[in-house]
């Protein structure tokens, strides 16, 4: 299976390793991801104004790329940019008289016609691809690991968005049996990671991370899955200033659940050391789910 | 109908060189012969320049210009030295664009993915309207450089943005306030002294200069007379195999 993809900036710069896993684990599976031949930012976090409409000409002519090679779906990794683009190709669908303000607008372009469906791989993992194919795929099962899936808020809420149950989802659940791990559950897996405020009061957000980190561990999770590189930056780099406030704080790793994937899927290379702040492979060769 | 067309056309250049066309000037009506450059027009309508023009030749970015046509509602752009006028043009001249540069010590940059932004933080804020390419004389997708500088590919801003003349009309439409040519020029700085292959042939002919290859051919030269040096001159080789 061949499907537009849209990588989003993260993944090309601080979060290079969330897409060469995913095109790396995709692969495995058949799936081609294939970039947009241009795009620009997704736009990012929806604007708290109620004049906005502004905001959604970087989405909307992110659909229009792909409108205009032809596709009638757009997948993305990143939660950020799923949310954002999602969110978008919703709205202007439920409302042409903004659609057709965006257009009258964006004259350099061909009008957007709506109809482009954008899809986290998640989504495409659970209903097209199948959680049965990706545990056939799998040559190394990751067995007795037990991994805590974290979603945070992009890929949940608003409801019509949110690609699964907002109050329980299960999703990465799955994923993670799929590949022969044990998820962990934990009662603040949907909460806020403290997005932007990482900038302007990383305090705060440490303190977010901690209590985070801290649930997922005292289940007994060895690691942390995401989706989203925002929240990756928060759960995993933040860590250095969670230690400075509590000493007895054990790090934990954090995963980009494709990355989890690649390494069940036997594809080491797709797992590597840059983009992480706690450095996950000595733990995975620990405990032997990685060569040294 | 071609034909006509053509006559049509024959006659409305003749009259408009009879005429002249009319052109407005910061809000003022003047007649000027047709096929004159807005740079020159604006001087035969009796403006000087003192600021706001160079090279004369569309490379220095000098002579921005925003115009609009009578009835059109849009905003157009150009280079007062390159483009011709055209009747109805109502024009104004941008000869310089507030848009301060970000001071930096090259040497002490490295081509990160994030350093384009920490100069130049307020590239977060473009939204992709496309406002910057719409403004830009020279053709460039502008907000496609503006997006490649977002994510941190060094290299593709600085191959979109090589035509970039620095007139600064882009930056001054942009609803994010970007420094759009600040910001290219750095990434192609940065790719020139950090990304860019090394020209070897380069090297070795600067090392071979250094050697002092060519030192006893450039004091022969320093030697000359002004009558000696001419006749070298006119009998140089420009072609292999061809003199003057
Ligand atoms: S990119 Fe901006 S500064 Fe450069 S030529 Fe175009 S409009 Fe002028
Ligand atoms: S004009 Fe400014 S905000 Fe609009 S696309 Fe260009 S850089 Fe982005
Ligand atoms: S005067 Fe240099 S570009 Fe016009």
Partial sequence: MRIAYYPGCSLKALAANFDRSARA??????VELVELERWNCCGTVSSLTTDDLMRQLAPVRNLIRAQEAGERRLVTACAMC??????AALRVEAHPEELAKINAFLDEEPDYRGGVRVLHLLELLRDEVGFEAVAKRVVRPLEGLRVAPYYGCLLLRPRGVGLDDPENPSILEELVRALGAEPVDSPLKGQCCGSYHTVAHKEVVARRAHKILSEAASRGAEALISSCPLCSFNLDN???LIRELDGSFAPLPVLYFTELMALAFGLEEALSPEGHYVDPRPFLEERQLLRR | MADREAVEQEERTSLAEELGVRIYIMGKEYRVP???TIMKAMEYAGY?????AGCRAGFCGACGTVYRKEGEYKLRFAVACQKLVEDGMFLVQLPFAPAPRVSYDLEKLRPTENVLLKL??????CVACNTCTK????????MDYIQAALRGDIKRVAELSFDCIQC????????ADIKHYHVAQLARRLYGRYLAPKAEHLAQRVAEIEAGRFDEELDRLTRMGKEELSKLYEARQIEEGVGV
Avoid: D, W
């Fill in chain 1, 25 to 30: 684990a995709m692969g495995a599976l058949g």
């Fill in chain 1, 82 to 87: 799923y949310n954002t683009l999602k969110r």
């Fill in chain 1, 238 to 240: 933040r860590q250095r």
């Fill in chain 2, 34 to 36: 047709a096929g004159l």
């Fill in chain 2, 48 to 52: 000087k320049f003192i600021r706001g």
């Fill in chain 2, 120 to 125: 130049y933080p307020e590239l977060a804020r």
């Fill in chain 2, 135 to 142: 403004a830009c004389p020279q053709e460039i997708p502008v």
């Fill in chain 2, 168 to 175: 600064g009309l882009c930056s001054m439409r942009c609803p």
